[in-house]
């Protein structure tokens, strides 16, 4: 299959062969899939915002309840749910550390996605087209 995705089709349904083809069509898919990382972005956001709050809730229950033991004339044993919550409060930290990692990986990756376009773009206003890539 000789020229296999090297031919895209612009917006009349004509076929445009060769690097502005492959261009087109990077561009039609980035445009494409930029909402989705948009949203996805959005998403990562809000869930490390609300793993913060969740993770200083833990904290401040525990030390109430640290606190409530200590002053209970009756001998109360909380340390076992004390326990509990300092090892879900791990927990939160280490997803929200997951996700922090995950975001900055998209972020880059997106950043490469659009530097690269705009590189080829140039390419193409220029027309200026790399070593071994066939002209137009």
Known sequence: MAGAGSTAVSGAGTPVAGPAGRDLFAEGLLEFLRPAVQQ???????????QVELREQIDNLATEL????????????????????????RRVVLVNNILQNAQERLRRLNHSVAKETARRRAMLDSGVYPPGSPSK
């Open 66 to 89: 640290c606190r409530i033991n200590e002053d209970q004339k009756v001998a109360l044993d909380l340390d076992p749910y004390v326990k509990k919550l300092l090892n879900a409060r």
């Open 40 to 50: 996805l972005d959005s998403h990562v956001h809000a869930v490390r915002e609300s």
